[in-house]
Structures are given as structure tokens and as C-alpha cells.
């Protein structure tokens, strides 16, 4: 049997989680919790070979925070971070903290045990790819790296020349890709995209 944490701020979503594993007849749940500042709280106190991390938890914790403070002081513990959310940042960060699965909720094509199964075998499954999600007259797959990280920027408030010293470009540039994404997106203002990216979950500010 494998040992289960359950990391889950929305009580539905982990009641169906619990009651899904324990059907299997495959896993136990050691604990199910809401905030993720208590997960690497458990790992200490119990013995977890697997973790079920929502990346937004209680008390705005970031289930990518704990995941990392766990896989560097527990590195055999196996992490799946979960999200209904498709902000496109979600899978490098979980891949920067060393987790070893991704289950994307409400978008996935492979249900959640067999990510379990294949996770415990040794594999890695992670989405090809972020959900495509319609902005304007575009899809969030025909946005460059650079213009969501000039999104990010606008959601957060910054102004032209601040985003050109955070990303380390000319105000010009900056002024490019704003261009370019009015055109592809048609919308009229950046407010319009801002608001529209924010509304679909494609850029969460606060992460």
C-alpha cells in the first residue's frame, strides 16, 4: 500500500480525491489537509511516500512553496502538484521544484490514479503542454514566453518602463510586444487583455 498525503484547500475536491484512492484499494490516506504550510509539518510526524499538492491552498499558501522545502529535506517522497487553473507558469515552477507528476484537473486526459500508478512506478507524467485557452481573437499557445511575461507584468500594475527593467529590455521593446499583442489578441487597450487573461486563470498575478 501507498502511504498518501492529500493536499487540498477545496473540501469537495478532496472528499472525491479520498474517496477515489480509498476505492482503489491501492492507497492509504495518512492525512488530508487544506493548507499546504502543514504539509512538510506531516511528512515529519508520519511516513508519506506520496503527496497530492494543489498548487493554491488555504490561507493563500503555495502548494509549489511546500513541495519544495519537501523534496529538499524528503527527496523520496513523490510530489503530484494538482490545479484546476491553467496558468501557464505552473508546470516549470512544479518542474523547478523537483515534483514528479502533474495533474492538471479540469483539462487532463489522464485520470488521476493512473498519474498515482505511473508516478509510484518510477515514470514522470506531465501534460505535453499547458490547456489552450481562447484570448481575443488568439489562443494563449500563440503567445510567446516573452509577451506572457509582459502580461504578468501589466496584471501586476507595472508601468512600461518598469516592466523594461524587470525583464531586462528597452521600453521600445517593451512597446513591440504590447503592439504585437493588441494585434493578435484584437483587443484595443492592454486593459481589455489584462482583464481577460486575469478572468481565464492564464496569469494569476500573485504568482
Same mark, same amino acid.
Given at each position: 500500500m501507498t502511504n498518501v498525503l492529500i493536499v487540498e484547500d477545496s473540501r469537495i475536491s478532496r472528499e472525491a480525491i479520498e474517496h477515489q484512492l480509498t476505492a482503489s484499494g491501492e492507497y492509504t490516506i495518512i492525512a488530508s489537509i487544506e493548507n499546504a504550510a502543514n504539509a512538510e509539518i506531516a511528512c515529519m510526524k508520519e511516513n508519506i511516500d506520496l503527496i497530492l499538492m494543489d498548487v493554491c491552498t488555504a490561507d493563500d499558501e503555495s502548494g509549489l512553496d511546500a513541495a519544495a522545502k519537501i523534496k529538499k529535506h524528503y527527496p523520496d517522497i513523490r510530489i503530484i502538484i494538482m490545479t484546476s487553473m491553467p496558468e501557464h507558469s505552473f508546470m516549470q515552477k512544479a518542474r523547478n521544484c523537483g515534483c514528479d507528476g502533474f495533474w492538471y484537473k479540469e483539462f487532463g486526459n489522464i485520470d488521476l490514479l493512473e498519474i498515482c500508478r505511473q508516478t509510484m512506478a518510477g515514470k514522470y507524467p506531465w501534460p505535453e503542454k499547458s490547456p489552450v485557452i481562447p484570448i481575443g481573437c488568439t489562443v494563449s499557445s500563440e503567445l510567446t514566453d516573452r509577451e506572457l511575461?509582459?502580461?504578468?507584468? &501589466?496584471? @501586476?500594475?507595472?508601468?512600461?518602463? %518598469?516592466?523594461?527593467?524587470?525583464?531586462?529590455?528597452?521600453?521600445?521593446?517593451?512597446?513591440?510586444?504590447?503592439?504585437?499583442?493588441?494585434?493578435?489578441?484584437?483587443?484595443?487597450?492592454? &486593459?481589455? @487583455?489584462?482583464?481577460?487573461?486575469? %478572468?481565464?486563470?492564464?496569469?494569476l498575478p500573485k504568482y
Open positions: 511575461e509582459v502580461i504578468r507584468a &501589466l496584471a @501586476l500594475g507595472m508601468k512600461y518602463e %518598469e516592466i523594461a527593467r524587470d525583464l531586462g529590455i528597452t521600453a521600445n521593446t517593451v512597446k513591440y510586444h504590447i503592439k504585437n499583442l493588441m494585434q493578435k489578441t484584437g483587443y484595443r487597450n492592454t &486593459l481589455q @487583455l489584462v482583464a481577460d487573461v486575469v %478572468e481565464k486563470r492564464l496569469i
